[in-house]
């Protein structure tokens, strides 16, 4: 009996396999399209090491608004700068208002003036970063 099976049943091809998923892969990438490596992560800067501040050389303070100064109106506000490498502001946000909107711009208006000591990296080259600055009118 064992005759008859080995007539009708072909002899067992256990190396056929490998070529047949060889075939298939590279089929099926040139279906999708070459095969490329990812990208190599760039990586971040270092996180700045100093804090950055208000050359105070080249900055001139703000002039307070006559009318509130005529009201007597005083408080305290907190803006926050974007300060580039080059120690110029590029961008303000208003953290906490003085609680009068004219003394608010008049400190903005002259403070994005003024040039920035930007902060270093651990490398010791200058960072943008979003530094606090509070100014009291009183």
């Not at 298939?24 to 270092?46: N, R």
């Amino acid at each position: 009996m064992s005759r008859f099976n080995a007539s009708i049943l072909p002899a067992p091809r256990a190396a056929f396999w490998k070529p047949l998923i060889l075939a298939l892969g590279l089929g099926t990438m040139g279906a999708i399209g070459p095969v490329q490596a990812a990208p190599a992560e760039t990586a971040a800067p270092a996180p700045p090491n100093t804090r950055a501040g208000i050359d105070t050389n080249k900055c001139a303070r703000p002039e307070y608004p006559s009318e509130e100064a005529a009201q007597q109106h005083r408080g305290t506000v907190q803006w926050r700068f974007l300060i580039g490498a080059d120690g110029w502001v590029v961008d303000a946000k208003l953290d906490k208002s003085s609680g009068y909107p004219a003394l608010d711009e008049a400190a903005r208006s002259a403070l994005v003036k003024c040039r920035f000591k930007p902060p270093l990296t651990r490398d010791g080259k200058p960072a943008r970063a979003w530094v606090p600055v509070q100014y009291v009118w009183n």
